[in-house]
């Protein structure tokens, strides 16, 4: 009787032992809360190493990836700076924020950001650069806005910050935003060469490879600042608590690109760093973000009801839960789109109308719905293609002229349906929406039905609005 006694004892002993150590293994989710240094490039693609570039060196943003957390599937919701950042701000969809859905826009006072309800939660914020823009950004009041960011430099900003209280920094890069340098890269040592693929939309040659190569320098010089800011924050001895991201306001300044929806116009980089709070860092989370999904990532972490506090209803869904490696949602989709971006004459007339278009991806395919496909997507030609910036790939595409498969790929009208299989054709330039009629039929309803939950006006048939708006920047 009392071995089996003895027996049951070591045997809820031994399990007893064995749950302790499961718990030990498994790091409980964080309590506590971060401080968050959010930095963000200003048109930067994936080309980081983490990423796989071999042709650029991003030795700070490696190291935070190795010990956090890459996202691989982030998406912005749109590709160009003053939308994609206002829906970051306010964690809703461009064409939820009335004005703001355009570029170089009036962004409307009552949408509020969340990082006006941290200031106003008495948690300290600071920033440095560009935040939103390019555009006018006012108070109710008329008052100049500042979106709760005291403007500081990191140093000085923590010097100040208490340190009883949760900080909250944004640092806006310049980089690698154009104008460059022509020839940079070759200055810096870099050869035409060392580029592993260039895209199937551009030409593969020594001037396209050599505007890339002096983009490769802006993209290093943003990885120096980052790690710079990594070095203040650890001589402040706040880095253990602080969570780090790094992402990027849409893709590079180059033609097919930024301002456009394809693909490589929307997924950026996204890493995290945590030292007190990601669970089983050096891992790479494959599901589908938006960064609109940051606001209420920010607002969770914080403690803070965003809603409560003034905000419109947020549209994105906070990745709290993939920062503590525990998936708490099926995110099956993400959405893109854009609306008008660059305009040199009056809103309203034929040549100032935007290019309004929406786009999902599920799984690898890639769908886009372009609402009025007889526009040009760049802007008029006669107005020198405004919605591709100014550089080197762009002059050369440019100068081919119509006949040309590049310039066609670039600056073309499009049809009304695009479809793409990014796992066989991650540059989007093999159109299968004619192929497989009932897949694009099924992501068009799919993408529709999303559009009609969020109140989309260009899917409630009143579009035009947004052609409608002013722009500060026409004459």
Known sequence: ?????????????????SFAVAAA??????TVTPNVLFIIADDASCHFGTYGCSWTKTPHIDALAANGLVFDNAYVPTSKCSPCRAGLLTGRNPWQLEEAANHWPTFPPKFTAFTEVLAADRISCGAKGKVWGPGVAKTADGARRTWGLRNADFKTFLESAPADRPFFYWFGSANPHRKYEPDAGRAAGKKPTDIDRVPTFWPDNDIVRRDMLDYATEIEAYDREVGELITTLRESGRAENTLVIVTSDHGMPFPRVKGHTYDMAHRVPLVACWPAGIVHPGRRAEQLVSLIDLAP???ELFGVDGVKNGMSPITGTSVADLLR???QRERPFVIVGRERNDVRCR????SGLGYPA???????????HNFAADRWPCGNVEL????TDDGPTKSLIEAAGPDDRHWQLCFGKRPADELYDLATDPDCVRNLATERPEKTAALRDMLFAELRRQADPRILGQGDVFDAYPSPKAP
């Open 325 to 327: 490696d525990n998936p």
């Open 347 to 350: 809103p309203g007339t034929e």
């Open 297 to 299: 990532t920010f607002l």
């Open 384 to 387: 020198g293609l405004l919605d």
């Open 1 to 17: 009787m009392h071995r089996i006694a003895l027996s049951r004892l070591s045997l809820a002993l031994c399990l007893c032992i």
């Open 358 to 368: 929406r786009a999902i991806r599920q799984g690898s395919l890639f769908y886009i």
């Open 25 to 30: 293994a498994e790091p409980a989710p964080p």
